[in-house]
Nanobody, 129 residues
Framework: QLQLVESGGGLVQPGESLLLSCAAS????????IGWFRQAPGKEREGISC????????YYADSVKGRFAISRDNAKNTVYLQINSLKPEDTAAYYC??????????????????????WGQGTQVTVSS
């Protein structure tokens, strides 16, 4: 059974950092591009970052560029999202998702949830003072 499990979320103060992890089981993560999405209450799911299968190419949405960093350790079957300088508007459930291709695909320079086939259950990030 193909499964992704996110971890690392929590309640933090503005300006702090978190390291989110996305661990895969039932398949070899090295064969897939992995994306990170987030969804705040009452808002659409937003694609924020993506990394190709080798880790050599990455994408960031403008809303997180310069503050978030995606990476992967294929030996550990895990993808990471380092999130720094957190703001209250970063509060959301964060999801990782796998494509059935090795590369990220953008539509109008944005990640599209429909391009990803396997999703984790999400991890909550809450930024509040």
């Amino acid at each position: 059974q193909l499964q992704l499990v996110e971890s690392g979320g929590g309640l933090v103060q503005p300006g702090e950092s978190l390291l989110l992890s996305c661990a895969a089981s039932g398949f070899t993560l090295a064969d897939y591009a992995i994306g990170w999405f987030r969804q705040a209450p009452g808002k659409e799911r937003e694609g924020i970052s993506c990394i190709n299968s080798s880790g050599g190419s990455t994408y960031y949405a403008d809303s997180v560029k310069g503050r978030f960093a995606i990476s992967r350790d294929n030996a550990k079957n895990t993808v990471y999202l380092q999130i720094n300088s957190l703001k209250p508007e970063d509060t959301a459930a964060y999801y990782c998702a796998a494509r059935t291709f090795r590369y990220c695909l953008l539509s109008r320079n944005q990640l599209t949830p429909g391009h990803f086939v396997t999703w984790g259950q999400g991890t909550q990030v809450t930024v509040s003072s």
